[in-house]
């Protein structure tokens, strides 16, 4: 009766036994995860990619590409060239274009009211330079300071532009104590003191 029961007792106890190494590999197996397969046909469904086609793209790489990037160079230098004009105080229509090649009469320009360097070429409308007619007499001198642009206040000529400046905006050289408007002259800070320099005296 012993022997018996020491034959069945093992047996007993061998399924379950199995039955537990089984489920072990079977959960290690679902716990492992394949690598996911990359799409061989990437460009098999461009057409539903979220991209954002603009004006840009059209001109890059669209069939009319060489047209958007034509109508777009245009209206940029139509922009530049309009804007450019009208900051001279007058847009420019066609009509005032001299036929003449070399035109004999003074051209007027926008900033006739404006006082002139000595040697200052002028851009008239037809793009040629023109030299300020010195017979004329003397530029019309602005109305303000050439600095500040106030009105207020005497107004000084400087000795190197000969522009107006008011007595706020005018320097006296260091060297050759001229008075100089503040754009013609130059600090010197090499030196213990601060020093104000012409362009003469400065080169």
Same mark, same amino acid.
């Given at each position: 009766m ?15 036994q ?44 669209? #069939?009319f590409?060489?047209k ?33 090649p ?37 530029a ?9 642009q ?5 107004r000084?000529?400087?000795?190197q ?25 130059i ?8 020093? #104000? ?7």
């Amino acid at each position: 009766m012993c022997f018996i029961g020491a034959l069945l007792f093992p047996l007993a106890f061998f399924p379950q036994q199995t039955s537990v190494e089984v489920d072990q590999r079977s959960s290690s197996l679902f716990k492992l995860k394949m690598p996911k397969r990359s799409c061989p046909f990437p460009q098999t469904f461009s057409s539903q990619y979220k991209i954002h086609i603009g004006q840009n793209e059209l001109s890059n790489y669209g #069939v009319f590409g060489d047209k958007y990037r034509s109508e777009i160079h245009e209206k940029t230098k139509n922009l530049l060239f309009n804007g450019a004009k009208a900051v001279m105080g007058k847009i420019w229509t066609g009509e005032e274009n001299s036929m003449d090649p070399q035109p004999t009469h003074q051209v007027e320009t926008p900033a006739h009211n404006q006082a002139l360097l000595r040697g200052q070429t002028l851009i008239g409308h037809d793009g040629r330079l023109t030299r300020s007619n010195n017979t004329q007499g003397t530029a019309v001198a602005p109305a303000g300071c050439c600095v500040c642009q106030k009105s207020q206040g005497n107004r000084t000529a400087c000795t190197q532009c000969d522009r107006l400046a008011c007595s706020s905006c005018m320097r006296q050289c260091s060297s050759c104590s001229n008075l100089c408007c503040s754009i013609c002259t130059i600090i010197d800070y090499s030196g213990q003191y601060d020093e #104000v320099l012409c362009c003469s005296c400065s080169t």
